[in-house]
């Protein structure tokens, strides 16, 4: 396998005011997720809140019994903070790990993941992921899910 490696191009040479930020996402200094989640309105939706050379981070709300299509990364481990709701998520090798607000869940490059809101109400959850985040679709060994979509995206 191939060994990746990403390009810094733009570098900070001392201390800076922060001129990059934008006013809205990405890369706001401050996001609101009361807002985003007013703005985005019902489920299923995702918002990127923070993206550059090192990481991509999204907002992400499910309907109950909504989630994501399984798959799996080559070269990067995700990891996501719950903000709301009830999910499940369902793992290579038999393993379920449940999640509720304010958990945080870290799946290692390689593992199947398949993300499940079993609760009741919209789930939230931020997603941190490395560019450029290819995903890998694999069916879900535990439940089966599978679909028609690519075989590979990027996020
Ligand atoms: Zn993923």
Redesign the pocket.
Known sequence: MDSVSIVISRQATGPTPPSTANAMAPNALRTRVAEVVAQMGKPPWSKRIIADERQLVTLIASPPAGG?RP???REFD?WWVVLAGQLQWELTGNIVVQAAKDDIVW?PRGAV?H?VNVGTEMSLRL?V?MPP?N?YFSPCEQCGYTDDGPREWC?
């Open positions: 994501n798959h799996w990364h995700e799946v993941h993300i997603a992921a985040a995903h996020a």
